[in-house]
């Protein structure tokens, strides 16, 4: 299928979808469900906010940091457990089964100790991040053809060249993948740990419209998120790109 053909057919999709939406709206309250055609005038209004420009500012700053530091962590200590067997021995179990525990429990203890503002954010956008990380970057590691190690290892190269020429290539697709998925769960984090608790961000909006039954708002906001999730989305389509190209 070629790509005029798949994007004529998304558009008649998401026209479908709007059509629905307005049509189904006429017998829906709309304290519940607002007609796009009156979403979306409001949706090109918000721009100009300058209320809403520094929540949205908020949380992109938010989403930043706390990405930025899980991919540096989680990077460095993946990399540590893959070459050092006894730390990953030790290590992975307890990763493995802090990460299987539903990251939502933690956030009760970040607000306590971080506050209702921006760090206790970063801290739950980081702690939904690094472990997908860190374990993503450990196994990519780990799960490096041996053969190839031991070629290089033949022809005279050192641990460090090892690790530079042959291990990091080799995993770098993986480690890619890693640092999308990460990404991907950072918005997340941060976005409903706004709306969870916090005083500034687009996650505050989206829940004070929520609760003041302005749907209208609520649902303009819905659209920036979903806009942000596309960005997301086509990032970690290049870094996949970029990982076939290695």
């Not at 790509?3 to 304290?31: C, K």
């Not at 990399?79 to 021995?89: A, I, S, Y």
């Not at 939904?128 to 290892?153: H, W, Y």
């Amino acid at each position: 299928m070629s790509h005029r053909t798949t994007f004529v057919l998304q558009f008649l999709i998401l026209g479908l979808i709007l059509t629905t939406w307005e049509l189904s709206s006429a017998y829906i309250p709309q304290t519940i469900l607002v007609p796009p055609s009156k979403v979306f005038p409001l949706f090109g209004a918000i721009w100009i906010n300058t209320n809403f420009l520094g929540h949205l500012y908020i949380t992109i700053v938010e989403i930043l940091m706390s990405f930025g530091l899980a991919a540096v962590s989680g990077l460095l200590l993946g990399f540590v457990l893959g070459v050092w067997k006894l730390l990953r021995d030790a290590y992975e179990p307890i990763l493995s089964l802090l990460y299987a525990v539903p990251s939502v429990v933690w956030y009760p203890i970040l607000l306590l100790t971080l506050g209702l503002d921006v760090m206790s954010k970063v801290a739950f956008g980081y702690i939904l991040s690094f472990f997908p990380i860190t374990l993503t970057t450990m196994n990519a590691v780990v799960n490096v053809d041996k053969v190839l190690i031991r070629v290089a290892e033949s022809i005279g190269a050192s641990k460090l060249t090892v690790f530079y020429k042959v291990i990091i290539p080799a995993s770098l697709p993986t480690i890619l993948s890693g640092l999308s998925t990460g990404l991907a769960l950072c918005v997340t984090g941060v976005i409903v740990g706004e709306m969870l608790g916090g005083i500034r961000g687009l996650g505050v909006l989206i829940a004070s419209a929520a609760t003041l039954f302005e749907t209208a708002h609520y649902f303009a906001y819905v659209i920036v998120v979903i806009i942000l999730a596309l960005v997301v989305n086509y990032i970690g389509k290049l870094l996949e790109r970029l990982s076939r190209g290695v």
